[in-house]
C-alpha cells in the first residue's frame, strides 16, 4: 500500500547541483550522510529509496526532512547529533586558549585551570566541568608511573649497567 505522495518546497538556492557540492565537500561523516539524503531526495528519490541508499532508517530520513523544513538547510547542518546536551559555555577561540595555555605546563591541578578560566573568561566550571574541558581539548594530566615502596634504586640502576648479581638464564 503506497503512502502519501512526498513533497517538499525547497529554498531557490537549494537546487540539486547546490546540495550535492555540499554534500560532496562536507567532512563530518553525519552531516555528510544527512546532505546526501537531501540532495536524493531533491533529485526526486523516495523516502523509502533515499533510507536504503544511505543506510539509515525511514523514520531517520523523515527527521532530517523535519529538520530542513523548520530550519532549512542551515538548520539540519547545525543540529547537533546525539541529544541536546548543554552546550559548552566558552567559545570556540576560548577552547583554543585554554588548550594553548594548559599545553605549557604551566598547571599542576584541575582546579588550577578552572581558577585560570575563572579569572580569565570569567566562567566558573566545578572540577569535573573542566576534566570535561580538558578531555575535549585532548589534554592529558602529567603522572608520574607508580613506584613501589620495596623498589630497590640502587639495585635497579645497577641492573641497567649491567652488574647484577644474577646472571641471566642461557636462552635454550
Given at each position: ?87 559548552s559555555r566558552l567559545t570556540a577561540d576560548q ?21 585560570w578560566i575563572g579569572a580569565t573568561f570569567g ?50
Amino acid at each position: 500500500m503506497p503512502g502519501k505522495a512526498f513533497v517538499m518546497v525547497w529554498a531557490a538556492a537549494d537546487t540539486e547541483e547546490a546540495l550535492k557540492a555540499r554534500y560532496l565537500e562536507e567532512p563530518h561523516r553525519r552531516r555528510r550522510q544527512w546532505l546526501h539524503g537531501l540532495w536524493l531526495l531533491r533529485r526526486g528519490w523516495g523516502v523509502r529509496e533515499v533510507a536504503d541508499a544511505v543506510g539509515a532508517g525511514r523514520r531517520t530520513v523523515e527527521r532530517w526532512i523535519d529538520w530542513y523544513r523548520t530550519a532549512g538547510l542551515a538548520g539540519v547542518l547545525t543540529h547537533r547529533p546525539g541529544g541536546s546536551g548543554q552546550r559548552s559555555r566558552l567559545t570556540a577561540d576560548q577552547l583554543d586558549q585554554v588548550g594553548d595555555e594548559v599545553a605549557t605546563g604551566r598547571f599542576r591541578t584541575v582546579a588550577e585551570v578552572g581558577m585560570w578560566i575563572g579569572a580569565t573568561f570569567g566562567v566558573t566550571y566545578r572540577p569535573g566541568g573542566v576534566q570535561d574541558v580538558l578531555g575535549r581539548l585532548r589534554c592529558h594530566p602529567k603522572v608520574p608511573r607508580p613506584l613501589h615502596e620495596k623498589a630497590d634504586l640502587a639495585a635497579q640502576e645497577g641492573w641497567k649497567k649491567g652488574d647484577s648479581a644474577r646472571p641471566s638464564p642461557e636462552p635454550d
